[in-house]
């Protein structure tokens, strides 16, 4: 069975950092395009960062500079290191995986994982 499972979510005040993972249980994940989403209440969920299966990396404008995305195959897990972080950056985030596709939209990834919270206050 696949999982998705991030950790690493928590409070932390601006201009704070968190790092955040995910674990995954998929055959094969190191051909897999891994990525970050978010997703803040009343809006469209939205792309952080993805990390292709040849390490190649794109992020979203608004966090480039501040937010590094990275994989470890062979422990199939998914990191995010956040820092300098602001108010903006609260959401739901949630980790993605998918076979044939690499983008910062969220249609098309086969697997997600729960979702874990992050909340940034002033």
């Known amino acids: 069975q696949v999982r998705l499972v991030e950790s690493g979510g928590g409070s932390v005040q601006a201009g704070g950092s968190l790092r955040l993972s995910c674990a995954a249980s998929?055959?094969?994940?190191?051909?897999?395009?891994v990525a970050w989403f978010r997703q803040a209440p009343g809006k469209e969920r939205e792309g952080v960062a993805t990390?292709?299966?040849?390490?190649?990396?794109t992020y979203a404008d608004s966090v480039k500079g501040r937010f590094t995305i990275s994989r470890v195959n062979a422990e199939k897990t998914l990191f995010l290191q956040m820092n300098t972080m602001k108010p903006e950056d609260t959401a739901m985030y949630y980790c993605?995986?998918?076979?044939?596709?690499?983008?910062?939209?969220?249609?098309?990834?086969?697997?997600w994982g729960q979702g874990t919270q992050v909340t940034v206050s002033l």
């Open positions: 998929i055959y094969g994940y190191s051909s897999y395009c």
């Open positions: 990390i292709n299966r040849d390490g190649s990396t």
């Open positions: 993605a995986a998918a076979l044939n596709l690499c983008w910062l939209r969220p249609d098309g990834y086969n697997y």
